[in-house]
């Protein structure tokens, strides 16, 4: 059974930071790449960032690049999502995701996963 199961949300005051994490488990981790994606309410979920199996290679959305930043510990089957500088727009719930597809843009995901909300006041 496969399991992707996020933490690390919560509320912060804007310029704030927070850490998500994610920890696979029911699959070969090192041959998923993994990502975040985000809901906000009333809006569509949308991509934030993306890593490669080996985490060589990352990939973001226009307006977080420069303040998050997308690891892995292949070792943990962990992928995590430093989150710095975080401003209201960034409220939404958080979703991890994984992809056989090894580009890092998660365009089309085999799993996702809970999500973790993570709310930012002005």
């Known amino acids: 059974q496969v399991q992707l199961v996020a933490s690390g949300g919560g509320l912060v005051q804007a310029g704030g930071s927070l850490r998500l994490s994610c920890v696979a488990s029911?699959?070969?981790?090192?041959?998923?790449?993994m990502g975040w994606f985000r809901q906000a309410p009333g809006k569509e979920r949308e991509f934030v960032a993306g890593?490669?199996?080996?985490?060589?290679?990352?990939h973001y959305t226009d307006s977080v690049k420069g303040r998050f930043t997308i690891s892995r510990d292949n070792a943990k089957n962990t992928v995590f999502l430093q989150m710095n500088s975080l401003k209201p727009e960034d409220t939404a719930v958080y979703f991890c995701?994984?992809?056989?597809?090894?580009?890092?843009?998660?365009?089309?995901?085999?799993?996702w996963g809970q999500g973790t909300q993570v709310t930012v006041s002005s």
């Open positions: 995701a994984a992809d056989t597809y090894n580009n890092g843009r998660l365009s089309s995901p085999n799993y």
């Open positions: 029911g699959i070969t981790f090192t041959t998923y790449a």
């Open positions: 890593i490669t199996w080996s985490g060589r290679s990352t």
